[in-house]
């Protein structure tokens, strides 16, 4: 409360921040929605974007411009993605008309135990080098999702990130912008300097930065497939480093992994049927603060009214105590996903809320017996992708491969060391995940491809675009530019929230009376800018049979069709 004149003085003059009146739609939307009618894609990259739409124009289908978008992402925003990462997706598929969803998460090292970290003296995971190091899944969710709904040829898919690799491209401002962050972080790193900091140096923006070492390797994967990556050369090499720096990433880490098809699983949100994966992931965060929602009439409460942000918190928060106890990788728990996500555990959790003051904690539910790119691509045959694509924490552990041209990622660090946690550290053993892409149908009709990108803002960035365009009527461009907010408590999948309640980040564009009352029922608020950005989303309006893209202003991201 102390800080309430300067957080409020703050919320006053943020409104010189906000975009100009449009003489349509809202006065937070920066640009229209792009219609098209035979293709779509949206991406966090101009030029990823144009090199999907130049697949299906080349006659391949939605997946194969994913991937191609995906392997271009990879060279173009290494700031969020990579070869080095993992892979989440949900497909609609045209012919049978159904949704298909891919876990293409790696898995711990089989040598690498939680007694190593005990011994040792570490209390939790660290964030980078060799001990968070898992096995990269992306390459093998490429191949995965080729060899069940591919098209062309992988040397015709991967051709264009090879040639961009090799000839170069420019950097964006808001890549520049992360890269410069990550550099001050990594840069030290064996490896990373190397391949990121040609000349000695981060590249700036309009800069053309070549990454000939991941056109090899690239070209390696495209003639030897998914061997090229999880065995021979590039295998050997990404372990005899990782063995160097002290890590214990092996050849049979490697040439064990598996990508798994799993039933994607979906909550009904007032008509329409939203699609997450099941965990490791945390998508299913979402459809439970959706189905605490839908017990308000969240429309009469307005946009940016403190009753509907309060509501949404205290929302989040119930969800989020689940998620830390019960969220992990289903092949070693029993997590009960059915109750989780059942309208009568909602209506249970909605009990505790008080509509006149925000929790500072909630206890997880008794139930019976655990940095991003995300893009969307959609095709004339109405095949449509959610890909969501990460290293986490940006760039990842800084572990980088001589040679190859891309970076490990260090998703092992959301283990917990906790023992008889869900998500406690074991050998060959998917961690908690935070990366997730979502789907929505209605009367068992595809609708929308989405995904929000950021760590624990991705579940409450999936809410907030559903009730953007449920609740309260915007268009799919709307939908990602109206201010957004954020509550963080404990960010990590152990732990309750944090005993004082957590902070709500608030971007520009609130109403200051609005925050006021949030002040004075509790919350502690903060002004953010840019919460997130990476929303892109495609929509099939069945009426006119026309795609609608959208692509969020707080990023590089580009939405196009033809």
Not at 23 to 47: C, D, K, N, W, Y
Not at 375 to 391: C, F, H, K, R, W
Not at 514 to 529: C, F, N, P, T, Y
Not at 545 to 554: D, Q, T
Request: net charge negative; charged share 20%.
């Amino acid at each position: 409360m102390k800080n309430i004149h300067l957080i409020l003085s703050l919320f006053i003059l943020s409104y010189s921040l906000q975009a100009q009146d449009r003489s349509v739609g809202s006065s937070f939307a920066t640009r229209s929605e792009v219609i098209a009618q035979h293709g779509m894609a949206a991406t966090s990259h101009p030029l990823a974007t144009q090199v999907a739409l130049d697949i299906l124009k080349e006659g391949g289908n939605a997946i194969d411009a994913a991937i191609a978008a995906n392997s271009c992402l990879g060279l173009m925003e290494p700031t969020g993605n990579g070869i080095g990462g993992d892979l989440f997706a949900i497909i609609w598929d045209a012919e049978s008309g159904k949704l298909y969803g891919l876990n293409a998460s790696g898995r711990s090292p089989y040598d690498l135990t939680r007694e190593y970290f005990i011994e040792n003296g570490y209390t939790s995971i660290p964030p980078r080098g060799p001990l968070p190091v898992s096995v990269p899944g992306c390459v093998d969710g490429w191949y995965e999702l080729h060899e069940k709904f591919g098209s062309m040829e992988m040397n015709e898919i991967l051709l264009p990130a090879i040639n961009y690799a090799r000839n170069g491209f420019p950097l964006t401002e808001i890549i520049a912008y992360g890269w410069k962050l990550n550099a001050r972080v990594l840069q030290n790193f064996p490896g990373f300097k190397e391949t990121f900091m040609p000349g000695g140096k981060v590249p700036e923006k309009g800069e053309i930065f070549k990454n000939p070492d991941l056109a090899n390797t690239l070209e390696i994967i495209a003639e030897k497939g998914r061997d090229g990556f999880y065995k021979g050369d590039v295998a050997k090499t990404m372990v005899k480093y990782i063995k160097e720096q002290g890590g214990f990433l092996s050849m049979k880490d490697l040439n064990d992994h598996t990508s798994e098809w799993v039933e994607p699983v979906s909550t009904n949100y007032r008509g329409y049927d939203v699609w997450e994966l099941p965990p490791n992931g945390q998508g299913i965060a979402a459809l439970q603060i959706l189905n605490i929602l839908e017990l308000y009439d969240v429309k009469s409460m307005g946009f940016g009214s403190e009753e509907y942000m309060h509501l949404f918190t205290e929302a989040k928060k119930l969800a989020y105590e689940d998620r830390a106890k019960f969220y992990a990788d289903m092949d070693f728990n029993e997590i009960p996903v059915d109750d989780l996500i059942s309208k009568e555990y909602a209506k249970e959790r909605a009990k505790m809320i008080s509509s006149s003051r925000a929790a500072r904690s909630y206890p997880a539910g008794k139930l019976k017996d655990g940095d991003t790119i995300y893009l969307t691509v959609a095709d004339e045959d109405g095949n449509m992708i959610s890909l969501i694509q990460s290293n986490f924490r940006g760039m990842g552990s800084g572990m980088t491969p001589p040679g190859l041209g891309f970076i490990l990622q260090d998703r092992g660090e959301l283990f917990t060391l906790e023992e008889g946690h869900f998500n406690s550290y074991e050998p060959h053993k998917r961690p908690f995940h935070t990366i997730i892409p979502s789907f929505v149908t209605k009367d068992g009709k595809p609708i929308m491809s989405f995904g929000v990108m950021g760590g624990a803002m991705q579940p409450q960035g999936h809410v907030q675009i559903i009730v953007n365009m449920v609740d309260f009527g915007m268009n799919l461009q709307e939908a990602g530019d109206a201010p957004r907010m954020q509550h963080l408590g404990s960010s990590q999948p152990t732990g309750s929230q944090m005993d004082d309640g957590g902070i709500l980040y608030l971007e520009s564009g609130f109403d200051y009376e609005q925050v006021r009352e949030l002040v004075r029922k509790g919350h502690d608020i903060q002004k953010a800018i840019g919460i997130f950005g990476g929303y892109q989303a495609i929509m099939w309006d069945e009426a006119n049979n026309v795609y609608y893209g959208a692509s969020e202003s707080r990023k590089d991201g580009h939405a196009a069709g033809y």
